[in-house]
């Protein structure tokens, strides 16, 4: 069965400095991918998916993502953390062909002034 | 639109108690799902609705049960809470049953069972 491991429960970083959110998933057949946000007291919110093609792909609020077959990875990153950066992120993978999203345990960033 | 509502935002039971959790979307969306949010362990899914008149068993579907009343309408049902259901739920659709389209999810509900 698919599964997703994200790295780190919780990540510090200061206000300007780059933020790398890792995620890795097991399936031997490239999946779709997404990163998830959510802020305090709401629901997830997509922040950028991988379906096919282009294998960095650019979210919004200035995050994007690599898909990386040979490291079967899809880390995040934003070069410069701004304070309303701080939420948990969460990364989910879906087998093509199945209906479900399977999520990681989160990423709870915390950015210092 | 207001995307995906979910009714009532807090609710705190009795061990033995029942309730229903609803939820309702706007976006025309044929899918619908529901998950529990527990610390350090991510999303689960509870059950999922592919279309209207079809429901079919998540990850964690013991003690729960859900009714697609229509295309908009999607209910969680806890015939018997325990402690063990105290979560945040949360209510999701998306355009088509297939994990190529994005999720869209409701604010949640913030269940304890005491």
């Known amino acids: 069965a698919q599964s997703v491991t994200q790295l780190g429960s919780h990540v510090s970083v200061s206000e300007g400095a780059l933020v790398l959110l890792r995620c890795n998933y097991s399936s031997s057949v490239p999946p779709y991918l997404f990163w998830y946000v959510q802020y305090p007291n709401q629901g997830l919110q997509l922040l950028l998916k991988?379906?096919?093609?282009?294998?960095l792909v650019k979210g919004i609020n200035g995050f994007e993502a690599e898909f990386k077959k040979s490291e079967t990875s899809f880390h995040l990153t934003k070069p410069s953390a701004h304070m309303s950066d701080a939420a948990e992120y969460f990364c989910a993978v879906s087998d093509q062909g199945t209906d479900k999203l399977i999520f990681g345990t989160g990423t709870r960033l915390q950015v210092f002034p | 639109n207001a995307g995906v509502t979910q009714t009532p935002k807090f609710q705190v039971l009795k061990t033995g108690q029942s309730m229903t959790l609803q939820c309702a979307q706007d976006?025309?969306?044929?899918?619908m799902y529901w998950y529990r949010q527990d610390p350090g362990m991510g999303l689960r899914l509870i059950y999922y609705s592919a279309s209207e008149g079809t429901t079919d068993k998540g990850e964690v579907p013991n003690g729960y049960n859900v009714s697609r009343l229509n295309k908009r309408e999607f209910s969680l049902r806890l015939e018997s809470a325990a402690p063990s259901q105290t979560s945040v739920y949360f209510c999701?659709?998306?355009?088509?049953?297939?994990?190529?389209?994005?999720?869209?999810f409701g604010p949640g509900t913030r269940l304890t069972v005491t």
């Open positions: 999701a659709s998306s355009e088509q049953p297939s994990g190529y389209y994005e999720q869209y």
């Open positions: 991988y379906t096919t093609g282009a294998t």
């Open positions: 976006m025309n969306h044929n899918s």
